[in-house]
């Protein structure tokens, strides 16, 4: 999964941490002189909840206790499509949203989680944040929100899975699938009726008939939530071969902090980006054999046919968002430029 690029740049992120945690553990303790409220995409007791309670531990160790972070979880306070302008608002400090989710209010998200068809290679991704200016341009763009945009962290292809199997392409006409943002006009362009639900609505909305399948943000997802007992067919192709999601906090929140607070936070986050990419890749081969225990089945191998469908449907999708607005043109722009 990596590079030589990719496993470069995770060393100077951990360089990062390493420096920021010497530099935390040589202070004086103190009381929490800032207290912050983090709301993440996951459930209690999921793989990924515990990846982001472990950022939130690592903010308040690595600044010796000077700043206390609260967990909000899946459902807790602040909804999925809220993520954004809770922290925009201040409503909550910090937060991990799914840019998906969020596609209306702030089309260059959908653009940096990455459009469909996109590469899987850790390597790539990485560079294309840190060296080709992908990074530069979401800080600017987050900035207009009044959002500090921190290390964005790289999950496991998105995968579909769907009550009945699919044995063509054809079959995803009519069918009801969660799919926000660029997915959900990934899947119209096959036919289907896409809709947008938060990760806790899925198993309910699978077992009342309410969705006839759904996108996860990773395999993973598709574990944790149970999905397999309500929906049992997978489909082989992805819609995304990674996703780069990100770490924000609200800039009035961000301005009222020290450097020294700052750089422990950045630091902090490049942790989690590091912990994200070396487990997630793990996790995703275990919850396959977990569910296929449970009684996964993959609907059956694309034909030639379905599989250039497939990618005919999401060409078009990055010149839709270019339009979008200034910040996704300089993406995609970045994008299309030859390495």
């Not at 809220?82 to 910090?94: D, K």
């Not at 991704?125 to 964005?152: C, N």
Request: glycine fraction near 10%; hydrophobic fraction near 40%.
């Amino acid at each position: 999964m990596f590079g030589l690029k990719g496993k470069k740049l995770a060393k100077t992120l951990l360089a990062v941490t390493l420096g920021v945690s010497a530099l935390a553990s040589s202070t004086v303790s103190f009381a929490a002189e800032y207290n912050w409220r983090f709301a993440n995409l996951y459930g209690r007791g999921t793989a990924f909840g515990a990846v982001y309670e472990d950022l939130a531990k690592n903010i308040q160790i690595m600044s010796n206790g000077r700043i206390a972070v609260q967990v909000l979880y899946s459902g807790e306070g602040v909804g999925t499509s809220g993520i954004l302008g809770a922290v925009r608002s201040g409503l909550i400090t910090m937060g991990a949203p799914f840019q998906p989710m969020h596609a209306g209010e702030f089309p260059a998200g959908v653009v940096e989680v990455g459009l469909p068809g996109g590469t899987s290679d850790a390597s790539e991704l990485m560079t294309l944040f840190h060296e080709r200016g992908w990074g530069d341009v979401l800080k600017k763009a987050y900035a207009s929100q009044g959002i500090v945009w921190l290390e964005p962290y790289i999950q496991p292809p998105v995968y579909i899975i769907t009550k009945k199997p699919i044995n063509s392409i054809a079959d995803f006409k009519g069918m009801k699938i969660r799919a926000p943002g660029a997915y959900g006009k990934f899947l119209r362009n096959l036919g289907a009726a896409p809709v947008s639900l938060s990760w806790s609505e899925i198993y309910t909305s699978l077992a009342t008939g309410v969705i006839d399948g759904s996108i996860g943000s990773n395999m993973i997802d598709h574990r944790d939530g149970n999905h397999v007992e309500v929906a049992k067919y997978m489909y082989p192709l992805p819609i995304a071969g990674a996703q780069v999601l990100p770490i924000i906090v609200n800039q009035k929140a961000w301005n009222k902090l020290p450097k020294d607070l700052q750089a422990i936070v950045k630091g902090a986050t490049a942790e989690h980006a590091i912990e994200q990419l070396t487990k997630s890749k793990l996790w995703e081969s275990q919850a396959v054999a977990e569910m296929e225990a449970k009684g996964l089945k993959w609907s059956p191998e694309p034909s030639e046919a379905d599989k250039k469908a497939w990618k005919a449907a999401g060409v078009s999708l990055a010149q839709e968002y270019a339009s979008a607005d200034p910040y996704s043109k300089q993406l995609v722009e970045i994008l299309n430029k030859k390495q």
